[in-house]
């Protein structure tokens, strides 16, 4: 959004489409490689340390991501998230399997995966009305 004004990611922080790319790639390569340490860690802490360090996590990240000023710190920004946040999904579902009886298990896991898309939707809705407010307080939609 905000493409035409010229607010929008790449044009603020004058990348280029590889570079976005490269970026979004850097989270995804993170995620892989920290997932197997973050599942090996977090079965060892309780669940309330660990989903509390992963969301508090990706709070300052965002945050963040609000000043970003140029590829590297983009870069840098997509890495230390996917480090942060791997393990989440598997992480969730271990410990689902940990509060119910397996009879019910499969019932709240389904759960937890439905209400992740809704939310995902539902933050889609959210981001775009941000993106909306473009030029507000001197700060672009991205921002």
């Not at 892989?32 to 309780?46: E, Q, T």
């Not at 397996?102 to 941000?130: D, E």
Request: with cysteine; net charge positive; hydrophobic share 50%.
């Amino acid at each position: 959004m905000n493409i035409q004004e010229g607010h929008d990611l790449a044009s603020e922080l004058n990348l280029t489409p590889k570079q976005v790319s490269t970026g979004l790639a850097f989270f995804y390569i993170c995620y892989v490689i920290f997932d197997l340490p973050s599942n090996l860690l977090m079965s060892k802490l309780s669940p309330h340390i660990w989903m509390s360090r992963i969301v508090i996590s990706v709070g300052i990240i965002g945050a963040c991501m609000a000043a970003m000023e140029s590829a590297w710190s983009f870069y840098l920004l997509r890495l230390l998230l996917g480090i942060v946040i791997a393990g989440m999904w598997p992480g969730m579902s271990y410990y689902l399997t940990l509060f119910y009886p397996p009879s019910r298990t499969g019932k709240r896991i389904g759960q937890y995966f439905t209400a992740a898309q809704v939310s995902a939707a539902v933050g889609g809705l959210v981001s775009a009305g941000f993106q909306k407010m473009d030029g507000l307080g001197g700060l672009v939609g991205f921002q």
